[in-house]
Structures are given as structure tokens and as C-alpha cells.
């Protein structure tokens, strides 16, 4: 999406006698800009990260889940924004919890998944795999990404180059298998890694620290994830977020994405083995680490 400048006359008026004109290079600089989809991440509970999305174009506002109403609340009061949706990744109660209040008292639009609507509270718009979404000015490609449960979805903005994912992929790690197979998590995984490299990967949890010390158990060699390691403890330390990262820097450090690494193979006896079932033994290990 292009942001729309409308420049003061007097550099209109240059633009068309100087050849390269700030007009032109504006315009071209317009081209690259990456669509505004402003996101305020909010702390929940004892680990969830909520996110308001925001485009300032339209002036619709989404909250990514519901993990609480309070601090939404807040955070909506102290932007200014009025919550126009709940767009949720699925039906767990510190993602959909506070569906009701919120809708109540603001009237918003509920989006979920169809595989799990009887279990989405208020959902009024139902969504599945490879569907888009127009929120605002903004396009949500919407993936199954089921595994963590059955009808988890993320929502995926490519203007905005955004992903939020819930519990699906996390910061070094993946969700729990409460319902879906092994097989089925890695094919939702791969949707995601698929994904461009810089895709911002905005997930549900502050687990990363964690994560960190079992990837760091199941694939030691790996110079990328020492390095990330370091540096989460680093943010950690200084009670930063180290939420959002990004496709390519999961694709490269975590073990949930990586059943190819011949090292992490290798450390779990299983060389040359399905990818599926590396997987799976990574994250029955998860399980009990
Ligand atoms: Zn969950
Ligand atoms: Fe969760």
C-alpha cells in the first residue's frame, strides 16, 4: 500500500524543473515505503505478549487475542485508538478470554477460525487456511496453522511484512501438541518458514529464555543460536520484550524449524531420518526439558 504525500506547492512547482526533483525521489521513496500497520505490543498475564494493530489510514484498531481486558483497555486509552476488531489466533482462555467483555463494550467485529468456531466466544467472521482478510487499508493472509490445536490460525500481513502466530511459533520454539499430530505441526511450521526472511514473527509468549537453554541442549553447535542466546539473556536481563523476531532469524536458531540440520540429527541419533520424526522427538524432548 502506498502512503499518499501531498507535497506543498513550492516543491510541486521545483519538481517539475529540476530533473531530480525532490518530488521524483519522494515518489520513489513512496514505492519502497513499507505499508503503516503501527503495532503496540501489551504484557498479559504472567507471559503473554497481546497486540494492538493499528492503520492509521482507516483508523481501525485489532487486538490480537484477548488475553486480558484491563491492560487492552489501557493500552487503547493511552493511544487513542478506539478497538474496532479481536482477530484470534485461537480458542485457549488467555487468547479468547476476554472476547466477550471486549466485544460487549466496544461492539467490535470478531474474526476466528472456522475449524474452531463453537469454541471462539462472539465470533462473527470465520476464516481458514489461505484466506485473506481486509482489516483497513491492510490485507491478512490467514494460514491453519493447527497443531498447538486444531483450527489454530495465524494471520500473516505481507504489506506490512507482520506475522502473528500465537502459540503456534515462538521465539525459539513451537506450541505444545494439545491436539494436532507431529505431522501436522511441521506442515503448519513450514507455512510460516516459507515466509520472506524479515517477516517480523509476532508470537503470544515471553517463553524465549527457556526455549533458548533446550535449543541450545538438542543443537550446541550452532554459532547463530549461541550468539541469540547471549543476547536474549542480555535483553532479558534489562527486562526487555525479546518478542518480535523474525522468520529468518527462527529459521536459522530454532530446532522447531530446523529437523534438517544434520548436527540436530545427529545429537538425537536420527541421521538421516523423516523430517517428521525428527520433529516429533524434538518436541517430545521439549516436553520433558
Ligand atoms: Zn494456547
Ligand atoms: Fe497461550
Not at 32 to 42: F, P
Not at 117 to 127: E, F, L, W
Not at 154 to 162: H, I, L, S, T, W
Amino acid at each position: 500500500m502506498k502512503m499518499a504525500i501531498s507535497l506543498p506547492p513550492t516543491k510541486r512547482a521545483e519538481s517539475h524543473r529540476e530533473k531530480n526533483s525532490y518530488h521524483l525521489r519522494q515518489r520513489k521513496l513512496t514505492v519502497k515505503t513499507m505499508a503503516t500497520l503501527e503495532v503496540h505490543q501489551i504484557p498479559c498475564l504472567s507471559d503473554n505478549y497481546g497486540y494492538l494493530i493499528h492503520d492509521p489510514e482507516t483508523g481501525v484498531t485489532a487486538t490480537i487475542d484477548t488475553p486480558e481486558v484491563a491492560p487492552v483497555n489501557a493500552a487503547l486509552a493511552e493511544k487513542g485508538w478506539e478497538l474496532t476488531h479481536i482477530l484470534n489466533t485461537h480458542h485457549h482462555f488467555d487468547h479468547a478470554g476476554g472476547n466477550l467483555e471486549l466485544k460487549k463494550q466496544w461492539n467490535c467485529l470478531i474474526v476466528g477460525s472456522r475449524d474452531d468456531a463453537d469454541r471462539i466466544p462472539g465470533i462473527d467472521v470465520k476464516v481458514g487456511d489461505r484466506d485473506t482478510y481486509q482489516f483497513g487499508g491492510h490485507e491478512a493472509l490467514v494460514f491453519d496453522v493447527s497443531g498447538h490445536t486444531i483450527g489454530h490460525i495465524a494471520y500473516y500481513f505481507p504489506d506490512a511484512e507482520k506475522l502473528f502466530c500465537g502459540d503456534a511459533l515462538f521465539a525459539l520454539g513451537c506450541g505444545r501438541l494439545f491436539e494436532g499430530s507431529p505431522a501436522q505441526m511441521w506442515t503448519s511450521l513450514q507455512k510460516l518458514a516459507a515466509l520472506p526472511d524479515a517477516t517480523g514473527v509476532y508470537c503470544a509468549h515471553e517463553y524465549t529464555q527457556a526455549n533458548a537453554a533446550f535449543a541450545l541442549s538438542v543443537e550446541p553447535q550452532n554459532n547463530d543460536l549461541q550468539q541469540r542466546s547471549r543476547e536474549i539473556d542480555d535483553l532479558r536481563a534489562r527486562g526487555l520484550p525479546t518478542v518480535p523476531s523474525s522468520i529468518g532469524l527462527e529459521k536459522a536458531t530454532n530446532p522447531f524449524l530446523r529437523p534438517m540440520s544434520k548436527d540436530l540429527q545427529a545429537n538425537l541419533n536420527l541421521q538421516g531420518a523423516d523430517l517428521v520424526e525428527v520433529f516429533a522427538e524434538t518436541r517430545r524432548r521439549k516436553d520433558s526439558f
